[in-house]
């Protein structure tokens, strides 16, 4: 990879048909990916990666969901025995784990791996290599998960794993080792989103859209992945002392030797609590985008909008303690942490005002989609007002760990977060796959996730009140918690419904769908300027912004970029506040070697459970892929000198 | 042979190992509640001679239901502290009785040997715990007390305790590989 | 089992607890309001296009709206942070002169002890706190292995039990009766069953029952009682249950010296019968899997000679 000063021959834009049209055939060429299962093995274009990553979390969900499914079994009567304790601690802890760390973060920057070169306009993700590897890293840590689940190995300590029930004396064999790596392969792959977002939406957006037109969503992808660079270290490191302590004999969490139990819970809740604001900031600018779209206008108070996000993206380092007010730290402390829970309330009320503004003074089309957003503010209004609730020390002593938490963990993650994702996928499937989802049985999809999710999860909060804790394998019939047990459990139902529902939408429109066409929706932002599914190389021109967004300003002469050559894989790098072109970037063509990175990460993480010096041949593993990695080959070395010569 | 038939047959093989590793996962994590292990009444007699008359007596043995469970060991290393072997074995170094992470065994270091020890008792000092402390976890501790020199797999050894540390953890004890010995002289004893 | 107990944060029995309600009724019509408003704000916002073209606002006037809708939520949220933190103070001052409880989370049952200055006075029990009604009682809270969590809601918000960490916790039961309680900490297998009770009762009958509960077990009423007493004695019974009074004096499980005065046995999880108490000696694993009482293989006139001998120990 080389980096070439700007070269004067850029011209920014071209004005009408007057210069000649770009080799589309060539580029065709150039950013073609090889067919077959090479080629699917080797692909570096980000909507493959990010379609596969989006793909492999819902195959997540559906298997965490199959959890829940059983969980709920369970529990719909007291004294239930479909599940004993050693199971169903299994199941509870692997669909948290899964949920959180192998789908709700996932799913949620890969909508941004697949948008947000698209929405910047631009060709590919900043570093195509490292994204492919960050997709397989993923991958060999939700595998390592699930088979080790299947082999009776599964995760028993909770999605929190706290010490010392988490710990070596506790928690004997491999289990808790399982829970750590395969946390630490997602945290991997969630950096290297990170790192692939901010680089491209800061580096590599089309001239003119600067970042104060830059769509809400781009917005809302970069303020999580600088939360996930700043809070995904210290589970990373959380995740590593646990397995020292459990292999090597480390005493972090040991109070005999001098460590401590709460400093777990302190590293773990420092990256937990911004970790729900991780899945929630990208569903916002979901809500942003359909709500912009379906309202035909662009959204009200921008500036204010921008400052929510990142306001809320700050304030969620501060909250961490609340998951903490039982373990008795002083009441003084706890009420600054009171504080700032209810003050985060205010820039997401912010962004709830402005998007019912927007509908207010807009001309809303009632859609799926945004159909889906007004189940968003009805399910996520009662999460964030049982939030808030949460937020009081006292109030929090009774509820806390409860049912209560459990309601509103739900209402917050599947309100603030499935809903929203629903909403996305029905906006952005035309584009994915150039056909319409059908909009009946997205409907149908609706009132059931919508029902069911309330059926589901609403009875939760009174049991909670009533005394029920979190994370039982049953009850007894004495307390009287089965009624609403069961009612709980026939919802659980409802929601698998709905998802099935899902399913077949997605099967059916895949094939008998209406066909999209670029823009369907009408929308706004760059990615429907394009075909859909737009082809490798994303914009035959890359366009030129005028204004907020990008289609609904364009003017008649509708500048593009020129000067980009269609026989390299070239793309425009611009600055970083005003996307004043800057210089040409050459970027990188498939290869093999991300994937054989992650498998040698796979071996060093793994074979490191067991034995210490696992690490140090996994280590050297992981040198020689990245060595293979940078070793510059014959291809890559000829278009370089192309490249050179040219400039 | 096709490169392709190759492939296949390294990729079978490669299955297959990979079963087998993965079997012993299972056999590893493994949580028996309600199990009714094996008995060992008039079973593994510890011979310090090789020579016997007549016939030789096959010795039987009750193989071990949790050599391999991690779980049982680590129940074992619960029960070694909470009925008190620490008394005279220490945390393994021995004081009143002998020491248990070295190689020596005076009545056999087989698992059924060990339980033998616990539940009949020993000459010179051990008690019988027969009657009192039930088969299952006379299988625990003597799969824990195999741990303590090291002839327990790694991954199913114990890790560090959540005290003030006393010893390497049994995960990282040396293997010692058993070597019979026998009662020391009064003299020698503490 | 039938319930008899109050369990629930808002069938408040005591001070700690009832502070609570006038916040919560607070959080719950506050909530109620908001979320009709907002809920009403976004349907009427996507509806009222449907009947006609209703005319655009304007810009300037949505923008005030949205700064008076923001300022009314941080009004709404500092009126919630004034009460809340005044709840919070009166909730975290020390009582006087309370009643000291340390209260021990094992896998999976609670030991308690009740400290007296005379050490003879000093009493063991396990999973039934006996308080006095109108006294405030004030509880340590220590762990013997993993993180626990006491909880009784009824009667104040819970506390964590963490190895390495002394916590305290205080409630005073204002009416007397029966308040449940669960861990609220995961806590292994059997953290769904591992309850306890507290039983308030009026100062004089707490006092008659301390008495009680200090004297050494009851010694075998007949030979039966006899019998069943040699069997605990010499069976897996005397590793792990202490018996104030007999040789049996271990200390993994939990004091059995007036084990018939409770009225449940294995952690709140069953009713102290005659027909639960055997099956538990027989089959622990079947209520309560991955607990660590094993199970007893007992001929049945020694067990029956066991649960006529612990019938006994009032």
């Keep these: 990879m080389t980096d070439v000063a700007a070269p004067p021959r850029l011209a920014a834009e071209r004005i009408g048909s007057a210069a000649p049209a770009p080799d589309v055939a060539e580029l065709e060429r150039t950013w073609h990916e090889r067919g077959g299962f090479w080629g699917w093995l080797t692909t570096v274009d980000h909507k493959s990666v990010a379609k596969r990553y989006i793909i492999t979390a819902f195959g997540f969900f559906l298997l965490g969901g199959i959890l829940a499914a059983a969980m709920r079994l369970q529990l719909s009567r007291p004294e239930n025995t479909v599940l004993g304790p050693d199971r169903y601690n299994q199941f509870f802890s692997t669909h948290g784990t899964t949920m959180m760390f192998l789908f709700a973060v996932p799913v949620m920057y890969s909508l941004g791996l697949y948008l947000v070169p698209l929405m910047v306009g ?401 929308a706004d932002t760059l990615e429907w300027g394009t075909a859909s599914p737009p082809p490798p190389y994303n914009f035959a021109e890359l366009p030129v912004v005028e204004g907020r967004g990008g289609l609904w300003s364009r003017s008649e002469a509708r500048p593009v970029v020129t000067g980009l050559r269609s026989d390299l894989r070239e793309v425009l790098v611009t600055t970083v506040l005003d996307a004043v072109p800057d210089h040409l970037h050459f970027q990188p063509s498939p290869s093999v070697w991300p994937l054989l990175a992650a498998l040698a990460t796979g071996v060093l993480f793994i074979s490191g459970i067991f034995t210490p010096w696992g690490f140090v041949v996994g280590a050297a593993l992981v040198t020689l892929a990245l060595v293979g990695w940078a070793w510059p080959r014959g291809k890559e070395l000829e278009d370089q000198r192309r490249q050179e010569q040219r400039a | 042979m096709s490169s392709r038939s190759v492939s296949r047959r390294a990729a079978a093989a490669l299955a297959a190992g990979a079963l087998v590793a993965l079997l012993g996962a299972c056999e590893r994590e493994a949580r028996r509640f309600r199990e009714v292990p094996p008995t060992v009444t008039g079973m593994a007699v510890v011979r310090e001679v090789d020579l016997q008359p007549g016939n030789p007596i096959p010795v039987v043995t009750a193989r071990s239901p949790y050599a391999e469970n991690a779980y049982a060991v680590s129940q074992g290393k619960q029960l070694f502290q909470a009925y008190n072997c620490v008394g005279c074995h220490a945390n393994g170094g021995g004081g009143m009785g002998p020491p248990l992470m070295d190689s020596e065994w005076i009545y056999g270091s087989a698992p059924e040997n060990i339980v033998q020890t616990i539940l009949g008792g020993r000459p010179n000092g051990m008690p019988s715990f027969g009657g009192k402390v039930p088969a299952t976890q006379a299988w625990q501790l003597a799969a824990y007390v195999r741990s303590l020199s090291g002839l327990v797999r790694k991954d199913v050894a114990p890790g560090r305790s959540d005290h003030m540390q006393v010893r390497v953890q049994e995960q990282s004890l040396p293997e010692q590989r058993p070597r019979t010995s026998t009662v020391p002289p009064a003299s020698e004893r503490p | 089992m039938t319930r008899d107990w109050l369990q629930s944060a808002l069938e408040a029995a005591g001070i700690q607890s009832a502070r ?242 409770r009225r449940t046995i294995a952690a709140g999880t069953l009713e102290n019968t005659r027909g639960n108490l055997a099956g538990w000696i027989v089959d622990p694993q079947r209520i309560k899997p991955g607990a660590n009482m094993p199970p007893n293989g007992l001929s049945s006139a020694d067990l029956n000679a066991l649960l006529t001998y612990l019938e006994g120990l009032r």
């Design chain 1, 122 to 522: 631009t060709r590919n993700v900043a570093y195509p290599r490292l994204n492919s590897y960050g997709y397989y890293t993923y991958l060999v840590g939700g595998l390592f998960l699930w088979v080790s689940l299947v082999l009776n190995t599964g995760p028993d300590t909770g999605w929190f794993s706290y010490v010392p029930l988490a710990g070596p004396e506790y928690s004997p064999g491999k289990r808790v080792d399982v829970w750590g790596q395969a946390v630490t392969f997602t945290e991997i792959a969630a950096l290297v989103a990170a790192v692939e977002i901010i680089a491209t939406a800061f580096k590599m957006r089309a001239p003119g859209l600067s970042l104060h037109r830059l769509p809400l969503f781009v917005w809302a992808q970069i303020v999580t992945a600088f939360m996930i660079i700043f809070a995904m270290p210290w589970v990373a490191v959380a995740s590593q002392l646990l397995p020292l302590e459990r292999l090597v004999g480390t005493h972090f969490f040991n109070p005999a030797e001098g460590g401590d139990a709460l400093l777990w819970q302190h590293l773990f809740w420092f990256f937990g609590h911004p970790e729900v604001y991780i899945i929630f900031i990208p569903a916002l600018g979901i809500v942003s985008q359909v709500v912009t779209t379906f309202s035909r206008r662009q959204i009200v108070a921008y500036p204010a909008m921008v400052l929510a996000l990142v306001a809320t993206g700050v304030l969620a380092f501060g909250l961490w303690v609340h998951h903490m007010f039982a373990t008795g730290l002083p009441q003084m402390g706890m009420s600054f942490f009171t504080a700032a829970s209810a003050l985060i309330a205010v820039p997401t009320g912010i962004q709830f005002f402005c998007w019912i503004a927007t509908l207010w003074s807009g001309r809303p089309r009632l859609e799926v989609p945004l159909l889906f957003i007004l189940g968003f503010v009805v399910v996520f209004m009662i999460g964030g007002l049982s939030g808030v609730m949460v937020a009081s020390v006292p109030w929090d002593l009774q509820v806390h760990d409860t049912f209560f938490v459990v309601a509103h963990l739900h209402y917050v993650l599947l309100g603030g977060g499935v809903f929203p994702l629903f909403a996305g996928f029905y906006y952005w499937f035309p584009k994915f796959t150039g056909r319409m989802l059908s909009p009946a049985l997205g409907r149908l999809n609706f009132w059931l996730f919508f029902i069911g999710v309330n059926l589901t999860f609403f009875p939760m909060h009174e049991l909670g009140i009533d005394g029920m804790p979190r994370r039982v394998y049953t009850y007894l019939a004495a307390t009287g918690w089965g009624g609403l047990n069961l009612l709980a459990s026939i919802g659980a139902t409802i929601i698998a419904l709905s998802v099935i529902t899902f399913l077949a939408n997605v099967a059916w429109s895949l094939r008998e769908g209406d066909v999209a066409g670029p823009n369907p929706w009408e």
């Design chain 3, 20 to 261: 609570l309600l006038p916040l919560w009724r607070f959080m719950w019509i506050v909530s109620i309001v908001v979320f009709v408003l907002v809920v009403a704000a976004a349907l009427w916002a996507v509806a009222r296009h449907r009947r006609d073209a209703a005319p655009p606002p304007s810009e300037r006037g949505m923008t005030r709206a949205i700064l008076g809708a923001t300022a009314l939520t941080i009004a709404t949220l500092f009126a919630f942070l004034v009460l809340d933190f005044s709840t919070g103070r009166a909730i975290t001052r020390v009582p006087h002169n309370p009643l000291v409880i340390r209260l021990t989370g094992h896998q999976w049952w609670w030991e308690v002890e009740y400290d007296d200055s005379i050490p003879q006075r000093h009493l063991r029990t396990a999973n039934e706190i006996h308080v006095p009604v109108g006294r405030p009682v004030l509880f340590q809270l220590e762990s013997g292995d993993v993180i626990h969590s006491f909880w009784v809601p009824s009667l104040a918000g819970k506390k964590d039990q963490i190895p390495g960490k002394e916590n305290s916790v205080w409630f005073q039961a204002d009416t007397a009766g029966i308040y449940r309680g669960q861990c609220a900490e995961f806590c292994g297998y059997q953290h769904a069953k591992m309850a306890l009770l507290v039983i308030a009762v009026p100062p004089d009958s707490f006092s008659k029952w301390y008495d009680s509960q200090l004297q050494p077990a009851a010694p075998p009423a007949d030979s039966i009682a006899a019998r069943g007493q040699s069997v605990f004695v010499s069976s897996a019974c005397v590793m792990c249950h202490t018996i104030e009074g007999t040789q049996a004096g271990s200390n993994v499980g939990p004091p059995l010296t007036h084990i018939a005065s």
